[in-house]
Nanobody, 120 residues
């Protein structure tokens, strides 16, 4: 499985962005997918997960502002980010794996990362 993330950019606080992650391979629809981010000087953390059965989870810091979704026909995972804050700044990575988890080690395949910068 190869993942290609895109959609990052530099925006003002309160703006919106939509990240996309296109996956290759026939098992996309059966994969658990996730978005992680790494803020400057911090560890990579889970932002949102989308399990193959449709269940979603969100970190407390983004709940109510971010929405994760997928289009299996397009092999694409999305992250709609609204009401962005400066603390959302970081490199965002999409990931795919077989485990139902929010931990990094549960994901076997990673995209290259896309940078999101939010200024106040």
């Amino acid at each position: 499985v190869q993942l290609q993330a895109s959609g990052g950019g530099s925006v003002q606080a309160g703006d919106s962005l939509r990240l996309s992650c296109v996956g290759s391979g026939r098992n996309f629809r059966w994969s658990n997918m996730a978005w992680f981010r790494r803020a400057p000087g911090k560890e990579r953390e889970s932002v949102a997960t989308n399990y193959w059965n449709g269940d979603n989870t969100y970190s407390e810091s983004v709940k109510g502002r971010f929405t994760i979704s997928r289009d299996n026909a397009k092999n694409t995972l999305y992250l709609q980010m609204n009401s962005l804050k400066p603390e959302d700044t970081g490199t965002y990575y999409c990931a795919a794996g077989g485990l139902r988890t929010t931990t990094i080690r549960g994901y076997d395949y990673w995209g290259q990362g896309t940078q999101v910068t939010v200024s106040s």
